[in-house]
């Protein structure tokens, strides 16, 4: 709406109408990584300047990789040193353009989305492997159902000149949020069913329901639902690479201070640049309430040990907190600084959680 798009609003439903050209504008992101990111690259099409700033924690997030590719198909930017905020101007040409894929898929998805509205189309060079592949694979599926195709092979994407189309969609649930009442279930011995989420999510964190019956709990899902039942079996440890979930990586951690064996994670140092530095802050944080927990450069290994309650920092990190959470379910005495940041994108989490746990 800042950028002069009209939206309405009718309950849980938006309808967004496109029948004019962008505005120039202000966008505050605050903490959100994935609206700046989107924002910018949807800002290099307008003719007009758009200026976007966040948080200082998401000024301190990389976006310079992005910021180079569309500055090579034609954007005029000014940015603080690779960094928010920015001021970006279009138009763009489209045409071919290098990117390195290991920094943040959200650089990948942000080039997708605009390139079918670009003059020559866009044939996007993936340099290294991508991280978060499942979130590339999502967009693709996602703009498809707006009648745009995509062509993705090994290390390139390519998107020809097409009209999007409008059309009516429903939003999946989230598939990382939905990790939380799952885990809490698994730490608690208690039992939960998660509707409209299944073997049918398009999301890469459904791996979840995999993860969960790798660690020992008693996990069923349907296409549309999912359920986690008591068995009274302990949970297990895993070794396990989350670099094309890393989302999911509070939830497992926390999940694993009660396992009866040691968890290792890996495959994630990009995430010390999320909302926290979800290795270093992660780490310190459980560690407070007395679990063993090793920091490596690409993730965790934890330790089974006995857990006390603590008061644990949030770290402006949503995940952080619902992470926290899931041990607070179970261990008496845990307090949870600035627990609103999980309003990010749960506003309800508090609320929704003590009708499951009471």
Not at 63 to 77: D, E, K, T, V, Y
Not at 172 to 192: K, N, R
Request: proline share 5%; charged share 15%; glycine share 10%.
């Amino acid at each position: 709406q800042a950028l002069g798009i009209e939206v309405t609003r009718s309950g849980s439903s938006a309808t967004v109408y496109r029948d004019a050209a962008l505005q120039s504008g202000e966008i505050h992101a605050e903490l959100a990584g994935t609206t700046s990111r989107f924002l910018t690259a949807l800002a290099a099409t307008a003719g007009s300047s758009i200026s976007i700033d966040g948080h200082e924690r998401l000024r301190q997030r990389p976006i310079g990789p992005l910021l180079n590719a569309l500055r090579s198909l034609g954007a005029q930017i000014a940015d603080h040193d690779g960094g928010l905020p920015v001021s970006i101007q279009g138009p763009l040409r489209g045409g071919a353009v290098t990117i390195d894929a290991t920094t943040s898929s959200q650089f990948i998805s942000a080039l997708m989305m605009i390139g079918p509205v670009l003059p020559e189309g866009l044939h996007i060079t993936l340099q290294g492997s991508p991280i978060s592949q499942p979130y590339v694979n999502l967009t693709a599926s996602v703009m498809e159902l707006f009648g745009v195709s995509t062509d993705i092979s090994e290390g390139s994407i390519g998107i020809s000149p097409q009209e999007y189309s409008a059309t009516s969609v429903t939003i999946e649930p989230d598939a990382s949020s939905a990790s939380y009442p799952l885990a809490i279930a698994a730490a608690t011995g208690s039992t939960v069913t998660i509707e409209d989420f299944g073997s049918s999510s398009l999301q890469g964190d459904k791996q979840i329901i995999d993860i969960l019956r790798e660690m020992n709990a008693d996990i069923n899902c349907t296409p549309h639902s999912t359920t986690l039942t008591s068995n009274g079996r302990d949970l297990v440890g895993i070794d396990i690479d989350m670099s094309e979930i890393s989302d999911l990586v509070p939830t497992v951690a926390a999940l694993a201070c009660f396992a009866a064996s040691p968890t290792r994670i890996r495959g994630v140092g990009f995430i010390r640049n999320k909302e926290s530095d979800r290795i270093g802050d992660l780490a310190s944080e459980l560690s407070k309430f007395g679990a063993n927990v090793v920091e490596h450069d690409d993730g965790l290994t934890i330790t089974p040990a006995e857990l006390l309650g603590a008061t644990v920092d949030t770290h402006d990190d949503h995940r952080l907190a619902m992470g926290f959470s899931i041990i607070g379910a179970r261990v008496p005495g845990t307090a949870i600084t600035e627990p609103e940041v999980t309003s990010k994108s749960w506003p309800s989490y508090w609320h929704d959680i003590a009708e499951m746990v009471t």
